[in-house]
């Protein structure tokens, strides 16, 4: 009789141990099935969206995000350079018609405004030109990458921009045409002569060459705006410098 009632007993405390497991279960399952749900949702969405989103990012910069060409034609301020670091400013010699001339150079700090690019037949005009090519310089204008030569140096002069904002008239550029680069010490003219599509792990058109050239690159999307592994080059022959007189700022 005994033994009858502790069975009962331990039947019903079983019993009632599985219904609150399965409350439990029951409860934490609910719960959570909407979340689990939820982030496959989103992450499904994401993964749909990421592409189109890259795609049209740099019109969505253009319409809302871009800075406006006013504020980024602020020259005097570069965040990579003391403000009492002096004046890089040499006297160097230059070859002009076979005769060695005496002229002064300026040699920007990076971040730096550096130079004026115009390109009137491809609808480029005034785009500053900062020394350096990092992600915050680029905001900003154009950037002469410091690995190439100084403006007015021999060698290949080599310069990037944004396809969505500086360099976006940069396809336009036909070969003839006609770019000058002006800095503070010199202007140079250039003559349009190529245009290469190339990899961007491809640096033949960013490494020294022996002929006097400019190089322009942006990213080239066949057309399309925004970043691709691929670069759309144009290459400039140096026509003519004409170098300026420069007087020390005091």
């Not at 033994?3 to 719960?31: A, C, I, M, P, Q």
């Not at 990076?110 to 990092?134: Q, R, W």
Request: with cysteine; aromatic share 12%.
């Amino acid at each position: 009789m005994s033994d009858t009632v502790s069975e009962k007993k331990t039947g019903r405390h079983t019993h009632k141990h599985r219904n609150s497991s399965s409350k439990v279960l029951r409860t934490f399952t609910y719960v959570l099935t909407p979340f689990l749900i939820l982030i496959f949702l989103c992450s499904g969405s994401f993964l749909a969206l990421y592409k189109p989103f890259n795609e049209y990012k740099p019109y969505l910069d253009m319409a809302f995000g871009a800075t406006p060409m006013e504020v980024r034609n602020l020259r005097t301020l570069n965040k990579y350079k003391d403000d009492d670091a002096p004046d890089q400013i040499k006297e160097i010699e230059v070859e002009v018609n076979g005769k060695q001339e005496t002229h002064t150079i300026v040699y920007p700090y990076y971040g730096d405004f550096y130079a004026t690019l115009n390109c009137e037949a491809a609808g480029m005009e005034d785009i500053p030109v900062y020394s350096g090519t990092a992600t915050d310089v680029l905001e900003y204008g154009a950037g002469w990458y410091n690995g190439s030569v100084y403006i007015g140096r021999p060698g290949n002069v080599v310069i990037a921009g944004h396809n969505h904002t500086d360099f976006l008239r940069l396809p336009k550029c036909e070969i003839g045409d006609v770019v000058t680069l002006e800095t503070s010490y010199c202007k140079c003219t250039y003559i349009v002569n190529d245009r290469v599509v190339f990899h961007e792990k491809d640096y033949t058109y960013v490494f020294p060459t022996d002929d006097d050239r400019l190089t322009m690159y942006t990213c080239w999307n066949n057309g399309k705006l925004g970043m691709s592994e691929y670069r759309l080059a144009i290459i400039c022959k140096l026509e003519s410098i004409e170098w300026k007189e420069v007087k020390a700022e005091e």
